[in-house]
């Protein structure tokens, strides 16, 4: 027996990859489902929601996503070896708009079993989000940076190429019902058995028109998203905070003004890195190369606008109530004064998170080139220290790293 295809019937291979596509997504569909209402759930209850259900929804997502990606790579494969293989023709090509239909599904489901699981791995990649993908798959993919933009863009089109794929689904799944009931041929029946006992019509739809019928279907479900808002990402709401207003650093000048920089941290989440950043901050720098009579070379205020936080799709996680709590306590705070012993300087003082004020020390890089200096520095802090998430580490390690990098130039 033949495990290629012929012009009447499909060989064991295709119908192989065809049944292992269909239990595929007859799992990883429901899947997301489930859990998608996990992670509502765990939004609606707040601060009551418990690391079992965290875990529970984390690892839902986990198995959603590693088995999408196992898709992309059957769906890569059924394609590769179709593409090979003669294509057993319509039983009723000479009805035409039908035969256009059923061809335009075929290439509809081709193509979104492709861009359904690419576009959520891009979607990851782009992230800082829980719920990483198994092994041996990675977190990141070559070419695709973390950025929020690009999540949430690829994050949209994911949905949209979902619902395409539904669809398309559905009326695959009719097709093959009317062939087997009313038509009574052996069109379900040769994808389930090889059957050829039916010759194909001499008319068939041919290439162009349902591949270009297939890309007005996706162009469409874009548009149409895009005119129903779908493409529009707000941010959860917090305590705002405008630093122009409230800094209290504002109100002094240092004799550096920070001309660029950046806050970035890192932690573990169920085992993988999870990076963050925050956009809003302001900083007050006080620095001299002669120190003053108590030893000190400067001092240092940082004032941080919690809700700037960046940090994917779980940067709303984070400042919920278990976590930064946002909406109490908008402002984090670094105040220290700058020593230095030998070569090094340190930065030593008080981190203050949710009003819990920590004593730190923050060995600092720093290169200074006539009115004009770089910076940076890393500190790691335990965030159970600031009353920050839960005692265990079943979802977030305990330990965040925190860096910093800045360029200043002196005040006039």
């Known amino acids: 027996m033949p495990i290629g295809n012929t012009k009447t019937a499909y060989g064991p291979i295709s119908r192989t990859l065809h049944w292992t596509t269909f239990l595929l997504i ?22 009551n929601a418990s690391e079992a259900d ?41 009805k035409f708009p039908e035969a256009i239909l059923a ?53 949209t089109m994911h949905g949209i190429f979902a619902s395409v794929l539904i669809g398309s689904i559905a009326v695959h799944v009719a097709g093959a019902l009317k062939h087997h009931f009313l038509d009574r041929d052996t069109t379900l029946r040769r994808m389930l058995s090889g059957s050829n006992s039916e010759v194909p019509t001499g008319r068939q739809p041919g290439l162009v028109a349902p591949l270009a019928l297939a890309l007005a279907i996706w162009m469409a479900a874009i548009g149409i998203s895009y005119l129903a808002g779908v493409f529009s990402a707000a ?20 004799n550096w003004d920070v001309q660029e920089g950046e806050i970035k941290f890192a932690v573990k989440q169920l085992g993988a890195d999870v990076e963050g950043s ?21 001092s240092v205020r940082v004032d941080v606008a919690i809700e700037s936080l960046k940090m994917g799709s779980i940067a709303a996680h984070a400042l919920d109530y ?58 790691q802090v335990d965030r159970r220290n600031f009353g920050i998430g839960d005692e265990g580490e079943d979802n977030v390690g305990s330990i965040v790293t925190i860096s910093f990098n800045l360029t200043a130039k002196r005040a006039e």
């Open 103 to 155: 061809e335009t599904v075929h290439w509809l489901l081709y193509g979104s079993l492709v861009l359904v699981p690419l576009s959520g791995w891009v979607h990851h990649a782009a992230t800082s989000g829980y719920a990483p993908i198994f092994w041996p798959f990675g977190q990141n993919l070559p070419f695709v940076p973390k950025n929020e933009t690009l999540a949430e863009l690829s994050g």
């Open 235 to 254: 941010r959860p709401d917090g305590n705002h905070v405008d630093l122009n207003e409230t800094n209290p650093a504002d109100n002094a000048s240092g």
């Open 278 to 298: 925050f956009e809003d901050w302001n900083a007050v720098i006080h620095y001299s190369d002669i120190p003053d009579k108590s030893g000190r070379h400067g």
């Open 26 to 47: 007859a799992t990883v569909f429901p899947l997301g489902k489930i859990a998608s209402e996990a992670a509502h759930s765990i939004e609606t209850a707040g601060a």
């Open 322 to 379: 278990r976590y930064l709590n946002v909406f109490e306590y908008p402002m984090g705070i670094f105040e220290a004064e700058i020593f230095k012993s030998g070569d090094s300087l340190t930065a030593s003082g008080f981190l203050i998170l949710k009003d819990m004020s920590v004593p730190v020390a923050i060995p600092i890089n720093l290169d200074v080139d006539g009115d004009n200096a770089s910076a940076s520095g890393l500190l």
């Open 54 to 94: 965290i875990s529970q929804a984390a690892l839902l997502f986990s198995a959603h996503k590693t088995l999408g990606i196992i898709v992309f790579f059957v769906a890569l494969t059924r394609i590769t070896w179709a593409a090979s293989q003669p294509k057993p023709g319509l039983l009723n090509g000479d």
